[in-house]
C-alpha cells in the first residue's frame, strides 16, 4: 500500500513565524502535491512537484514555496505566516497520471 | 480549463436508502474522472476511477458511478447506505496530465 506521511498532524504557529509543512512518499512516485481545504471551497492546489527540484505554481501560490531536495520528500514552507493561511493542508502523491494518494492532513492553525 | 461541480453541498438519507450525489464537470478535451472519500480526520480516499472503457464503474464500499460525456455527468450512487459511510465525498477530473481539480464536496449524513 501506499504510504504518505505528513509530519504533524496539528501544527500552531503565530503571524509572522516561518512554517515548514513535511511530505514524504515510500512509493518512488515522480510527482507529489500540496493542496488547502477549506469548507465550501473543495481541495486547492497550492503547487506541485513532478521530479525532484522541479516545481509549478497550483491555482493559489502566493505567500507559499516549495522545496523538493529528494524524490520521496516534498516540503511546503509559509515564508511568513498569515491569518488566513489557516486551514487543512494535504499533500499527495501519484506515478504518471495515476490516482492521487493522500496523507492524513496537517491542521495549521495561525494566531 | 476544467471544472468540477457537486451539485449538493449536504446530502441526508436514512440507512438503508439508495443515495446518488451528482457531479457534472466541464473540460474541452477527453477526461479522466474520480471519486474520492474523506472521513473525519483523515485525507482523501481513492473511491473509483473512470480512465476509460465502460462508463459504468464499480468502486469499494459498495459505490458505483456512471460516465454520461453528453451530459458531462459522473454521478456517484449506493443502493443501500450504511452509517459507516458517513463522510465527504469528493468529486475530481484531470485531463491526463498530473492535475486534479476537486469539486466543492458533499458531505453525507446517514440517519438511523
Same mark, same amino acid.
Given at each position: 500500500?501506499?504510504?504518505?506521511?505528513? *509530519? *504533524?498532524?496539528?501544527?500552531?504557529?503565530?503571524?509572522?513565524?516561518?512554517?515548514?509543512?513535511? =511530505?514524504? @512518499?515510500?512509493?518512488?512516485?515522480?510527482?507529489?502535491?500540496?493542496?488547502? /481545504?477549506?469548507?465550501? !471551497?473543495? !481541495?486547492?492546489?497550492?503547487?506541485?512537484?513532478?521530479?525532484?527540484?522541479?516545481?509549478?505554481?497550483?491555482?493559489?501560490?502566493?505567500?507559499?514555496?516549495?522545496?523538493?531536495?529528494?524524490?520521496?520528500?516534498?516540503? !511546503?514552507?509559509?515564508?511568513? $505566516?498569515? %491569518?488566513?493561511? &489557516? *486551514?487543512?493542508?494535504?499533500?499527495?502523491?501519484?506515478?504518471? $497520471?495515476?490516482?492521487?494518494?493522500?496523507?492524513?492532513? %496537517?491542521?495549521?492553525?495561525?494566531? | $480549463?476544467?471544472?468540477? &461541480? /457537486?451539485?449538493?453541498? /449536504?446530502?441526508?438519507?436514512?440507512?438503508?436508502?439508495?443515495?446518488?450525489?451528482?457531479?457534472?464537470?466541464?473540460?474541452?478535451? *477527453?477526461?479522466? #474522472?474520480?471519486?474520492?472519500?474523506?472521513?473525519?480526520? /483523515?485525507? #482523501? @480516499?481513492?473511491?473509483?476511477?473512470?480512465?476509460?472503457?465502460? %462508463?459504468?464503474?464499480?468502486?469499494?464500499?459498495?459505490?458505483? +458511478?456512471?460516465?454520461?460525456?453528453?451530459? &458531462?455527468?459522473?454521478?456517484?450512487?449506493?443502493?443501500?447506505?450504511?452509517?459507516?459511510? %458517513? +463522510?465527504?465525498?469528493? =468529486? $475530481?477530473?484531470?485531463?491526463? +496530465?498530473?492535475?486534479?481539480?476537486?469539486? @466543492?464536496? &458533499?458531505?453525507?449524513?446517514?440517519?438511523?
Amino acid at each position: 500500500d501506499v504510504k504518505v506521511t505528513q *509530519s *504533524s498532524r496539528y501544527l500552531v504557529k503565530r503571524t509572522g513565524e516561518k512554517v515548514f509543512l513535511e =511530505c514524504v @512518499q515510500d512509493m518512488d512516485h515522480e510527482n507529489m502535491f500540496w493542496y488547502r /481545504q477549506d469548507p465550501g !471551497l473543495g !481541495l486547492r492546489l497550492i503547487y506541485f512537484s513532478y521530479d525532484v527540484k522541479m516545481k509549478e505554481k497550483g491555482d493559489i501560490p502566493e505567500g507559499y514555496s516549495v522545496s523538493r531536495e529528494k524524490k520521496e520528500r516534498f516540503s !511546503l514552507i509559509l515564508e511568513s $505566516a498569515s %491569518t488566513n493561511q &489557516t *486551514s487543512m493542508y494535504l499533500c499527495a502523491s501519484n506515478h504518471r $497520471a495515476g490516482p492521487q494518494h493522500f496523507g492524513d492532513g %496537517t491542521r495549521l492553525s495561525i494566531l | $480549463a476544467q471544472s468540477v &461541480t /457537486q451539485l449538493d453541498s /449536504q446530502v441526508p438519507v436514512f440507512e438503508e436508502a439508495p443515495v446518488e450525489l451528482r457531479c457534472n464537470y466541464s473540460s474541452s478535451v *477527453s477526461v479522466y #474522472l474520480f471519486w474520492y472519500v474523506q472521513y473525519p480526520n /483523515q485525507g #482523501l @480516499q481513492l473511491l473509483l476511477k473512470y480512465l476509460s472503457g465502460s %462508463t459504468l464503474v464499480k468502486g469499494i464500499n459498495g459505490f458505483e +458511478a456512471e460516465f454520461n460525456k453528453s451530459q &458531462t455527468s459522473f454521478h456517484l450512487r449506493k443502493p443501500s447506505v450504511h452509517i459507516s459511510d %458517513t +463522510a465527504e465525498y469528493f =468529486c $475530481a477530473v484531470s485531463d491526463g +496530465a498530473q492535475k486534479l481539480v476537486f469539486g @466543492q464536496g &458533499t458531505r453525507l449524513t446517514i440517519n438511523p
